[in-house]
């Protein structure tokens, strides 16, 4: 009913850039909150950036100042600009929204595919 569906990743040189997106399609009331989690190997999944449906973000403290997370709402699309790219942000990348399917219901987590991101020399 709800699929999210990632594009963007890719190979960079470190201090290089990516721009990532997830467009949100099907039947759905509203997609609320939007969020990038990543996962490296060996390492637990970790929230990089949220935005709510009315702007607000916030950011995990090792992508400050580097990362930029923003959303088309007419879109149903989400985005994450990745300047400054370092070996440590080696990951794949989830793409995670809350959608109200139905008016007076709940919100339910949606997940995209997943985006290998790989930045090395």
């Known amino acids: 009913q709800v699929q999210l569906v990632e594009s963007g990743g890719g190979l960079v040189q470190p201090g290089g850039s990516l721009r990532l997106s997830c467009a949100a399609s099907g039947r759905f009331f509203s997609v609320n909150a939007m969020a990038w989690y990543r996962q490296a190997p060996g390492k637990e999944r970790e929230l990089v950036a949220g935005?709510?449906?009315?702007?607000?973000?916030n950011y995990v403290d090792s992508v400050k100042g580097r990362f930029t997370i923003s959303r088309d709402n007419a879109k149903n699309t989400v985005y994450l600009q990745m300047n400054s790219l370092k070996p440590e942000d080696t990951a794949v990348y989830y793409c995670?929204?809350?959608?109200?399917?139905?008016?007076?219901?709940?919100?339910?987590?949606?997940w995209g595919q997943g985006t290998q991101v790989t930045v090395s020399s």
């Open positions: 995670n929204a809350a959608v109200l399917v139905y008016y007076g219901s709940g919100s339910h987590d949606y």
């Open positions: 935005i709510t449906s009315g702007g607000r973000t």
